[in-house]
């Protein structure tokens, strides 16, 4: 009887003490930072909001004095606005705008102007990054129907049905329509195919058009990371980012306080860029190869594995299976691939409470390996390869323990 108790009610009770730390820690007026960081290296809990809360604040964008925290989210919140402002609503009236005047186009701006400060040459820089960005946001998450769904807390900013401006949506799908209907042979002949056709590159039975005053989440995440490239030209978009946002967009928008999640979508643009701030060199190819890049943490999974399991090494050495050939996506995309994404979240709440997030990355990705060594050193180099680029461990708590246990017998 004692132990079928303890079997119903053992893990509640431990669940529920647990929530009682998080909230007495959450409820401190100055955030104990270390205290916080052994809480959630565990694991979050996501009743009550916590998961999304600690995010906030392990990604540093809410301060660690609560008192701060409602003016600090007003003014960050109004910054978002403005950049909505600047960036889509702006760039969408003068798009109409140059669109309509029908002026000589000898005058000051038009579409052919070879002048790189001319706004059009801007807009179809833009339109090249958006087309990229739409392109990967429409299929995230595949398995997964929260991305297609309807978000409650549409932007009204954007979709006031009083706006006669382009929007992103519009944008992609005029950009597409003239791509794909305007078709000339090779003798020069200009055929325009029927509009119907334009859209193959997303079939209407895949991606269901909301409503006007509706719009869909990942279409929340493409407008993130619109600005974030625009706020951010060195780098502007990236293929793989939106594997990035996505996790904390799903975090913030599934929060049970409705009161965040309704500006889910200004606190996920700067927590995303908080965290892209350290993690931005691996998109960047010009630094590949310096000691910031991602070439030297991919050889850093080996150099550990190597003081971990030599034997394991030099198997894979000995196949010539090098670490680019599955750690870049593992690195880049911190194990978002890898995994469902209840488990990838699970394994952020550890990366996100650790001080030096990135090097318990390269941790976890040794401890992946070495999970798997059996299986490795029995196989040979198309099956370690298809072991490896489909890691066939799903038990994110085990591959947690090991890193911990590899950081710990350092």
Request: hydrophobic fraction near 40%; aromatic fraction near 12%.
């Amino acid at each position: 009887l004692i132990t079928q108790t303890y079997h119903w009610f053992g893990p509640r009770l431990v669940s529920y003490f647990r929530i009682l730390e998080f909230k007495e820690t959450l409820s401190e007026e100055n955030i104990n930072l270390k205290t916080l960081r052994e809480l959630c290296f565990n694991g979050i809990p996501f009743e009550g909001g916590i998961r999304a809360l600690c995010w906030k604040i392990l990604l540093n964008y809410l301060p660690f004095d609560q008192t701060l925290w409602e003016s600090f989210l007003k003014k960050q919140r109004e910054v978002y606005s403005q950049f909505l402002k600047e960036m889509i609503i702006q760039p969408g009236i003068a798009k109409a705008n140059m669109g309509f005047s029908r002026e000589d186009v000898t005058m000051e701006d038009h579409p052919l102007n070879p002048n790189p400060d001319s706004r059009w040459n801007n807009y179809f820089k833009d339109n090249e990054i958006l087309l990229q960005i739409d392109k990967d946001v429409r299929r995230l998450y595949p398995d997964m129907a929260f991305f297609q769904r309807p978000t409650e807390y549409p932007c009204q900013l954007i979709l006031d049905p009083q706006n006669e401006y382009e929007t992103l949506r519009r944008r992609v799908e005029q950009t597409t329509l003239k791509a794909q209907t305007v078709n000339r042979n090779r003798s020069g002949v200009t055929n325009v195919s029927s509009p119907g056709k334009a859209f193959h590159l997303y079939p209407s039975n895949e991606y269901e058009v909301l409503p006007n005053g509706s719009e869909a989440h990942w279409e929340v995440v493409e407008r993130i990371l619109f600005i974030y490239a625009k706020l951010n030209p060195g780098i502007a978009y990236v293929q793989g980012m939106n594997e990035i946002v996505g996790p904390i967009y799903y975090t913030f928008a599934t929060d049970p306080n409705s009161q965040w999640k309704e500006h889910a979508e200004a606190d996920t643009f700067f927590c995303f860029t908080n965290l892209m701030s350290e993690n931005r060199d691996n998109f960047i190819k010009s630094l590949d190869d310096s000691q910031c890049g991602i070439t030297y943490k991919m050889e850093s999974v080996y150099s550990m594995l190597k003081d971990k399991d030599l034997e394991l090494f030099l198997k894979l050495e000995e196949q010539n299976i090098k670490p680019q050939y599955f750690t870049f996506r593992w690195l880049t995309l911190l194990l978002s691939q890898e995994f469902l994404l209840p488990d990838v979240i699970r394994i952020w709440d550890t990366l996100f409470s650790d001080q030096d997030r990135f090097h318990f990355l390269i941790l976890v990705c040794c401890a992946m390996l070495i999970l798997i060594r059996d299986n490795l050193l029995a196989g040979d180099f198309t099956v370690n390869m298809r072991s490896l680029q489909d890691y066939p461990i799903s038990d994110v708590h085990t591959i947690l323990t090991k890193a911990k246990d590899l950081r710990d017998n350092s």
